[in-house]
Every structure is written in C-alpha cells, then in structure tokens.
Nanobody, 124 residues
Framework: QVQLVETGGGLVQAGDSLRLSCAAS????????MGWFRQAPGKEREFVAC????????YYTDAVKGRFTITRDNTRNTVYLQMNSLKPEDTAVYYC?????????????????WGQGTQVTVSS
C-alpha cells in the first residue's frame, strides 16, 4: 500500500511561484509513476503533469507547459511540482497520484493511489 501526502499549497498572487511536495511511503518512488492532477470548483479533476517511472520522462498538460515542472528526490521519496508564473485559472485543489507500473499515465482512472489534496489559490 502506498500513502501520499501533499503539502505546499496556499494563497498567492498572480505571477508568484509555489512548490508542492508529495511525500510517499510504503514504496520507493523510483518504482512508481507519479502524477499531479487538479480540480477546480465545479469542474472535473484534470491531468497536470506526470513523471514516468520507466523513462523518467515528463509530461504536461498544455496549460502549464513552460511554467510547471515535476521532479523527484529519491533520497526523500518525494515528488515536487514547481509552479511558476501562476495564474488565477490555476486555482484548484492539487492532488498527487501514483501507479506501480511504468508510465506515462495521463488519466485519473489510470492511477491506484491518491493523496488528500492541497489547495492552491491564485488571486488576480
């Protein structure tokens, strides 16, 4: 069983940066495909970024390309989402997800494990 705990959300202004962390336990992240998703009020949960276990390649939704970066620190068993140049439309609850097979995976239904989410609010 894999447990995921997200931290790092908060209230920021447009143009600011935030770094979200996702600490994993129960399995080393070097053997997990990790993803970040977000869900805005009244909307479905959507894919943001993925870090493939097998290739270490990264994948992003078009809306965040060039602004967000997903990385991992195997020594800390933690995945990060660095978010720069934040926009009000980035406001959402951000979720970390994991799957124990090589990716990439871009759909919510692909993932087996989820964190509780962390709120990111970007004011204009």
């Amino acid at each position: 069983q894999v447990q995921l705990v997200e931290t790092g959300g908060g209230l920021v202004q447009a143009g600011d940066s935030l770094r979200l962390s996702c600490a994993a336990s129960g399995r080393t992240i070097s053997t997990l495909t990790m993803g970040w998703f977000r869900q805005a009020p009244g909307k479905e949960r959507e894919f943001v970024a993925c870090l493939s276990w097998s290739t270490s390649r990264t994948y992003y939704t078009d809306a965040v390309k060039g602004r967000f970066t997903i990385t991992r620190d195997n020594t800390r068993n933690t995945v990060y989402l660095q978010m720069n140049s934040l926009k009000p439309e980035d406001t959402a609850v951000y979720y970390c997800a994991a799957k124990g097979t090589p990716g990439p995976y871009l759909d919510t239904t692909d993932y087996d494990y989820w964190g509780q989410g962390t709120q990111v609010t970007v004011s204009s």
